[in-house]
């Protein structure tokens, strides 16, 4: 299984904003749900968005109204806007591709600071 890549992590004042980029495999990635996560220290793995292969999204409470996830299958790709950021926001973000097999990026850290 191809491994997705992620980019755009950073480190960024509150209220500020990123977009994080998460390339799939371009053989099966329009049949591919995807997700995000973030692992703050010391904290378990967290849910924070996912977009399944037809675009219907759904987010964690604590992003609601701040976060945009969308996909662009030409490209591979899947996007996480992240706007009015929060110190809390901040952790390694992951993101999972979901077909028949569960695969895991290798992260991307994410750095809010108050």
């Known amino acids: 299984q191809v491994q997705p890549v992620e980019s755009g992590g950073g480190s960024v004042q509150a209220g500020g904003s990123l977009r994080l980029s998460c390339v799939g495999s371009a053989r099966t990635f329009s049949n591919t749900a995807m997700g995000w996560f973030r692992q703050a220290p010391g904290r378990e793995r967290e849910f924070v968005a996912h977009?399944?292969?037809?675009?219907?999204?759904n987010y964690a409470d604590s992003v609601k109204g701040r976060f945009t996830i969308s996909r662009d299958n030409a490209k591979n790709t899947v996007y996480l806007q992240m706007n009015s950021l929060k110190p809390e926001d901040t952790g390694v973000y992951y993101c999972?591709?979901?077909?028949?097999?569960?695969?895991w990026g290798q992260g991307t850290q994410v750095t809010v600071s108050s």
């Open positions: 977009i399944s292969q037809s675009g219907g999204s």
């Open positions: 999972r591709a979901q077909s028949a097999y569960v695969v």
